[in-house]
C-alpha cells in the first residue's frame, strides 16, 4: 500500500501551529554558548534547505535489516509504503491516520516524553508528515519483527520523520528503526527524527535504531522511551554513516522493576562528526539501567559521548551503569567521553568508565608475528573490542543483524 501522508486531525493541526508558533521564540544552540553543544557547531547548517515532499517509496533499495520482517512501513518524503501483514494485536500505519484512528492512545502519548524546548524537537513537530505509528495491545506477544524506514532518496532537503511506539501492558514486540540514504541522496542534507517509545507494565521492547545516511547528512535527533513497572526495553543503536550533528536517547524508568538495557556502537572515518547525548533517568526505586557505548574512530572523524545518570528523590536501590569506549585506528582522529552522575537518593548503585585509546602496538606486534599481515591484525583487535557490544545481545537472528551492520560498515573504515 502507497499513499500520500492523510490529511492531519485537529489534534495535530493544532499541535502543527503551535509547534510553528513556538519556533519564532526558539533560537538555535550556540556553539559553547549553551551546555551540551561544547562539541558541536551548527556554524555551516542550512536551515533554508526545502522540506522533503515526493518520493518513491517503492524505489527504495533493498537493505538487510528490513528482511524478514513481517511488516514494513517506508517512508520517503511525504509519500508512504507499509507492506506486509501485522501481527494479530498489532497495529502499524502512519501517525497521521493513526491520530483519526487511534485517536485516544496518539492525543495520550504524543508529545509526552520529547522535550518540546528543543528547537529541532519543535522543527520536527512543525513540519513532520505520515509518520509511523506502532501499537502493540495488552498481552500480544509478538516476536516477529517490524520495520519503519525513513529512506532518503534526494539531496539538499530536509526531513522530519516522527514515531510513536505504544507497547501496551504484558506485551512483547521487536521493531527495527532504519535512516538510509540512497545513491541521489549522497549529497546529504538534514535529518530530524524524533521517536517516543512507551512501554507499559510487564511489557518488553527489542528496538534497533540504525543510522546509515549519507557522510555528508546533518542528523539532530531526539528519541526517548518511558518504562512502566517490571517493563523492559532492550536497545540497539548503530551510528554508522552520518556527517554531522546530534542525537539525544533518554530512558526514564517510571516504574518500580522497570530494566533498561541500552547498547550503542559507532563507526567514523573521513570527516565524520557524531554526538550522542544519553540520559538514564531513575524516576522509581529498584530500576535497573545498563548502557554501554563503543566507538572505532578513522581518518579525521570525531565523537561525542555525555552520559548521564539521574536518581530522583526517593528512588532507592537502583542499579545503573553507564560506560563509553572507543578505539582510534588513526592519529588523527579523536573522541570525548564525558560521563556524568546525578543522585538525589542515598541507597543506590551508580557506576560510570570511560576510555579512549589508541590501537595497542605490542597487541599488533604480537600478531604479526604469529603470521598476520598488519590489515589482518587490526581487523582481528577491531572485531575483538566491538565483540563485546554484540556480545549483549542473546544469539539469534537480533544478534547476527547487528553483528552484519557493524562488520558492513567496518569494510569501509578500514579501507579509508
Same mark, same amino acid.
Given at each position: 500500500m502507497t499513499q500520500v501522508a492523510s490529511a492531519p486531525s485537529v489534534f495535530l493541526t493544532d499541535r502543527r501551529a503551535a509547534a510553528t508558533e513556538r519556533l519564532r521564540s526558539l533560537e538555535l544552540p550556540s556553539f559553547r554558548g549553551r551546555s551540551g553543544w561544547e562539541f558541536t557547531s551548527l556554524a555551516k547548517l542550512d536551515l533554508s534547505l526545502p522540506v522533503a515532499s515526493a518520493g518513491e517509496p517503492a524505489q527504495a533499495s533493498e537493505i538487510s535489516e528490513v528482511e524478514g520482517a513481517v511488516i514494513t512501513l517506508t517512508q520517503v518524503g511525504d509519500q508512504v509504503e507499509i507492506v506486509g501483514d501485522a501481527p494479530e494485536g498489532v497495529t502499524v500505519t502512519t501517525l497521521s491516520d493513526a491520530a483519526t484512528t487511534h485517536a485516544e492512545i496518539v492525543e495520550r502519548h504524543l508529545g509526552t516524553l520529547v522535550d518540546?524546548?528543543?528547537?529541532?524537537?519543535?522543527?520536527?513537530?512543525?513540519?513532520?508528515?505520515?509518520?509511523?505509528?506502532?501499537?502493540?495491545?495488552?498481552?500480544?506477544?509478538?516476536?516477529?519483527?517490524?520495520a519503519l524506514r525513513v529512506h532518503q532518496q534526494a539531496s539538499g532537503q530536509q526531513q522530519a520523520f516522527r514515531v510513536l511506539v505504544v507497547v501496551e501492558d504484558g506485551a512483547t514486540a521487536e521493531i527495527r528503526e532504519v535512516w538510509d540514504s540512497g545513491e541521489a541522496g549522497q549529497d546529504g542534507g538534514i535529518l530530524?527524527?524524533?521517536?517516543?517509545?512507551?512501554?507499559?507494565?510487564?511489557?518488553?521492547?527489542?528496538?534497533?535504531?540504525?543510522?546509515?545516511?549519507?557522510?555528508?547528512? =546533518?542528523?539532530?535527533?531526539?528519541?526517548?522511551? !518511558?518504562?512502566?513497572?517490571?517493563?523492559?526495553?532492550? =536497545?540497539?543503536?548503530?551510528?554508522?554513516?552520518?556527517?554531522?550533528?546530534?542525537?539525544?536517547?533518554?530512558?526514564?524508568?517510571?516504574?518500580e522493576g522497570a530494566e533498561a538495557r541500552v547498547t550503542g556502537a559507532y563507526a567514523t572515518t573521513r570527516r565524520q562528526h557524531l554526538d550522542y547525548a544519553t540520559k538514564q533517568i531513575h524516576a522509581a526505586p529498584r530500576t535497573n539501567s545498563?548502557? !554501554?557505548?563503543?566507538?572505532?574512530?578513522?581518518?579525521?572523524?570525531?565523537?561525542? =559521548?555525555?552520559?548521564?545518570?539521574?536518581?530522583?528523590? $526517593?528512588?532507592?536501590?537502583?542499579?545503573?551503569?553507564?560506560?563509553?569506549?572507543?578505539? &582510534?585506528?588513526?592519529?588523527?582522529?579523536?573522541?570525548?567521553?564525558?560521563?556524568?552522575?546525578?543522585? &538525589?537518593?542515598?541507597?543506590?548503585?551508580?557506576?560510570?568508565? !570511560? !576510555?579512549?585509546a589508541q590501537l595497542d602496538q605490542d597487541q599488533l606486534f604480537y600478531l604479526r608475528s604469529r $603470521?598476520?599481515?598488519?590489515?589482518?591484525?587490526?581487523?582481528?583487535?577491531?572485531?575483538?573490542?566491538?565483540?563485546?557490544?554484540?556480545?549483549?545481545f542473546p544469539e539469534g537472528d537480533f544478534r547476527d543483524l547487528v553483528a552484519g551492520a557493524i562488520d558492513r560498515r567496518l569494510e569501509d573504515v578500514l579501507a579509508t
Open positions: 518540546e524546548d528543543d528547537v529541532f524537537v519543535t522543527r520536527n513537530d512543525a513540519s513532520w508528515t505520515g509518520g509511523a505509528f506502532v501499537h502493540v495491545s495488552r498481552g500480544t506477544q509478538s516476536t516477529a519483527p517490524i530530524l527524527p524524533v521517536a517516543e517509545l512507551v512501554v507499559g507494565q510487564g511489557a518488553h521492547l527489542r528496538y534497533l535504531s540504525l543510522q546509515e545516511v549519507s557522510e555528508k547528512t =546533518w542528523i539532530l535527533g531526539s528519541q526517548r522511551a !518511558a518504562i512502566a513497572k517490571d517493563g523492559v526495553i532492550d =536497545w540497539a543503536v548503530l551510528g554508522l554513516g552520518g556527517g554531522d550533528g546530534r542525537v539525544h536517547l533518554d530512558v526514564t524508568l517510571e516504574g545498563d548502557l !554501554a557505548f563503543r566507538g572505532i574512530l578513522g581518518g579525521r572523524s570525531t565523537a561525542v =559521548w555525555s552520559g548521564m545518570i539521574e536518581v530522583v528523590p $526517593g528512588a532507592q536501590k537502583i542499579d545503573a551503569f553507564q560506560e563509553s569506549r572507543n578505539l &582510534l585506528i588513526s592519529k588523527k582522529a579523536h573522541a570525548d567521553a564525558i560521563p556524568g552522575l546525578e543522585i &538525589l537518593a542515598n541507597d543506590v548503585r551508580c557506576t560510570h568508565a !570511560a !576510555a579512549i $603470521g598476520l599481515d598488519d590489515p589482518q591484525a587490526k581487523r582481528l583487535m577491531i572485531e575483538g573490542f566491538l565483540g563485546a557490544t554484540v556480545a549483549r
